[in-house]
């Protein structure tokens, strides 16, 4: 159950705090003032402002004056935008995250890169070994690689050996952060790095602007060479057939009737569902997990028995966490309603991050026809609305 359900706005920092903190010839506590870089003539909003500042004061008690340079720049900047844009003060997610980063490129001038996606694909999907998720030719640089596909990804991700091979400029992901990103219970011995992509394909479908994670090849679940996000899919109209294991991508087309609506938030989409005839609570799809998913702040609230559930192994980038397995009653999508299938149990700070109930995972998503439709990205290039239309393959 790989996820890099936040580095997009990381990513985003990354690009503006350079932009702001540009590092001066001079640069010192007395004219430390003049080292932001030109602020807009118009007056910026009351959030901005905050924002700004906070950052500011974050960066400076990281960064000392005489050590200012692009590497420690960019390692603050991750830190702070934990700390001042993603996180509330008791370290739960805030809800405002995304208007906050706004906030930030508003003053600070900055705009991201533009991803540019065009052209149409048609590939057969393959099952990972012991698994229910699908993996895809994927052509990087000219090579064909397989990659693991993935909508709880907000980021494309490839094997460093990929990035170093190609000459790849890299920005180093502190440990510390990268276990708010991912599953697993040790992120200390994962080296995952920031690149700006080149272009990727898949069959005909090519998309260029797009900056993703590095990690090793053992740290990618099923020793894939990478993870095709949301990122790149985002740009299409996808098709996923289980039933004959195809992958379709096309031109983007407007939602249509019966399709469940979908919620962009932090670059991966959810949605409303019920369980055992309760809620609706908020879902993450996920066509990179093998199985539903459930907090246990959820299970709580369901009365499932956590403590005598059985006991299983989950693995993520950062290796495995312990998990509970139990068996859902119903699980409802909308209209579409499966019985008796199996969940895990997780306590993980990945779905308090996003502010989420549990992951909609495959054994529920392969009983469908998939047919995923993204609305216009926002200003940080994320989908704030889209669509999900299921067509039942009646293969129960």
Not at 58 to 63: L, N
Not at 84 to 93: R, S
Request: with cysteine; net charge negative; hydrophobic share 40%.
């Amino acid at each position: 159950m790989p996820k890099t359900t936040s580095i997009k706005l990381i990513i985003s920092a990354i690009g503006i705090i350079g932009f702001i903190f540009a590092p001066q010839p001079n640069f010192s506590e007395q004219n430390s003032s003049t080292t932001l870089a030109q602020i807009p003539s118009l007056k910026p909003s009351e959030l901005s402002q905050e924002v700004l500042q906070e950052l500011t004061q974050c960066v400076r008690e990281i960064v000392k004056p005489t050590e200012a340079s692009l590497e420690t720049l960019q390692v603050a900047s991750m830190q702070c935008t934990m700390r001042v844009i993603m996180l509330a003060p008791d370290g739960k997610f805030r809800p405002d995250a995304n208007q906050r980063m706004e906030a930030l490129l508003e003053i600070s001038g900055a705009s991201l890169p533009e991803i540019l996606s065009q052209g149409k694909a048609t590939v057969k999907l393959q099952k990972l070994t012991n698994s229910q998720v699908f993996t895809l030719p994927v052509i990087v640089a000219g090579e064909t690689k397989n990659f693991l596909l993935d909508t709880g990804a907000s980021n494309t991700i490839i094997e460093s050996k990929i990035a170093q091979n190609l000459g790849l400029a890299s920005t180093p992901i502190p440990n510390d952060l990268l276990s708010y990103f991912v599953v697993g219970d040790d992120c200390s011995n994962v080296n995952a790095n920031i690149h700006a992509l080149p272009t990727i394909k898949v069959d005909a479908a090519t998309v260029n602007g797009l900056q993703g994670m590095g990690l090793s090849k053992t740290a990618i679940p099923g020793n894939l060479s990478g993870v095709l996000g949301l990122d790149f899919l985002k740009g299409f109209d996808v098709i996923i057939n289980p039933q004959t294991s195809q992958l379709e991508l096309l031109s983007p087309s407007s939602s249509v009737n019966n399709a469940i609506p979908l919620i962009g938030r932090m670059g991966v989409m959810l949605a409303e569902v019920k369980i055992n005839g309760k809620g609706p609570f908020l879902f993450l799809l996920d066509t990179g997990a093998d199985l539903m998913v459930l907090s246990q702040n959820l299970a709580n609230e369901l009365g499932i028995d956590i403590a005598n559930a059985e006991k299983i192994d989950v693995l993520g980038f950062c290796g495995t966490e312990i998990a509970r397995k139990t068996k859902l009653d119903t699980v409802s999508l909308q209209q579409h309603e499966v019985s008796q299938l199996d969940g895990i149990i997780i306590d993980n700070q990945i779905l308090d991050l996003i502010g989420i109930d549990g992951i909609v995972g495959q054994n529920f998503l392969s009983r469908y026809q998939q047919h995923w439709r993204f609305d216009k990205s926002n200003k940080l290039g994320f989908p704030e609305t889209g669509s999900l239309l299921l067509t039942p393959l009646g293969n129960d």
